[in-house]
């Protein structure tokens, strides 16, 4: 069902790829598209001959008035060939065939956009399983710190040269490290089980980081907006629904019309149709029926279906405006994750080099700086490397997202989508029936004025200038000779 034309040595072209192949939810839409052209067939079939063949054995017993013998039974058989042909209905199967064949189109698109679904799912489940063993390995590292400290306390403890309060203060913060590190395995626990789900098998015990899938990516929102909604597989099954729904009209209305019949039947027996001695009989004939009243129920039908078309014209722009809204958001987690990542890589490197710096001046007595400085330096370092990670997998998310609501998820990682045959939708067109309510403007967020906040912040220095001038320390008296020094403070200094 799936062509596949990309390396199956890439784990995530080979995840999308498994789950195309296998998702339960693709192989319902593609049995769904399937149903639609045996519909087809069936509804086609009332425009060719109907041949009826029926057989009949009884005893047929009947009393006339005024006539003797006054009772006459008989015993009958017979067999008859029927041949029918439909020549006029009110074009009503012929309205139902073009129906049926926009159900089709939207079964089609239905199963496209199914696909396109699964492979952003798969897309998905592959990141964040990557994301979350990176982030167990970062809780790792996070314990493996606060361990250390904890032996560091432990021994400068027994030794006599570190307080209890230091000792019970650093086995709390490893508590809370450990916990932080069950927490991110039973992420992953759940984020492989979703993988297994989606793609339906385990995930391979290696996973290198994909590249981003930057390709085809327009370079402006609108653009994105707009072409996302021209190859939309969802707007497009919307607008055959829509069409389906209109022709379904015309369907009603055929109920207004006569219906007419060609019938061929000839057939024989024993005492056939119950005439006495009758072997055969043959007939020729138009047959015309026409409903005149059925109680409104025809008027009523028509009505009804006009406020489906309405309907499914809503629905139709419901799925633009979805669309829209997709791939605006996605393209612009794209723009804002880039920049975010410079910030967050700068704040991370700044982070390490304070912790580098805590942890020696903690060691080696120079700086005063307290144990509390230190643990809050590591626990610093692990939140800026996690948001990081993070980042840095949904950027790559963003780009799938993103090339999902461009319906080239799949294109682009090389593959192919399942094989209808169907030729109707390559030449496939919008034409009048486009959605009518989907706002064509995108949505804009003022940019942050940093010239202005700099110079708010430039305003509040020059309004405390106190804030900015270091306090000249006062003269201390000079301490006698015989006088002994005042032992070291062993309260924690907590600036930085």
Known sequence: MLAAQAQPADPLRASVQKAIEGNPEVAAQFNAYRASDDAIAVSRGGLLPRVDLDANIGRDREMVKNRNPESQSLTRSGVTLTLSQLLWDGLGTVRDVNRLGHEKLARYFDLMDTTELTALEAARAHYDVIRYRRLVELAEDNYVQHKYASLQLQSRFQAGVGRGVDVEQVTARLALAESNMTTELSNL??????????????????????????????????????????????????????RAARALVQVREAAYQPRIEARVRAGGGKNYEGVVDQTRNGTAELVMSWNLFAGGSDRARVRQQVNLVNQAADLRDKACRDTRQTAVIAFNDTRKLTEQIGYLERNTRAIEKARDAYRQQFETGVGQRSLLDLLNAENEVYTARRSLANAQFDQGVAYVRTQASLNSLVSTLGLSKPDTGNDDAANWSSGDDAPARCPTIVPEVPPVKRTELDARADQMVKANPAATTPAVPAMTPAVPAMTPAAPPARGRNTGR
């Open 189 to 242: 626990h759940d984020v492989t089980a979703r993988y297994q789900r989606v793609v339906g098998d385990s995930p391979p015990p290696q996973l290198p980081v994909p590249p981003m899938l930057q390709q085809g990516v327009p370079g402006s929102a609108s653009e994105t907006a707009n072409l996302a909604v021209q190859r939309s597989p969802a707007v497009s099954a919307g607008i055959e629904s829509m």
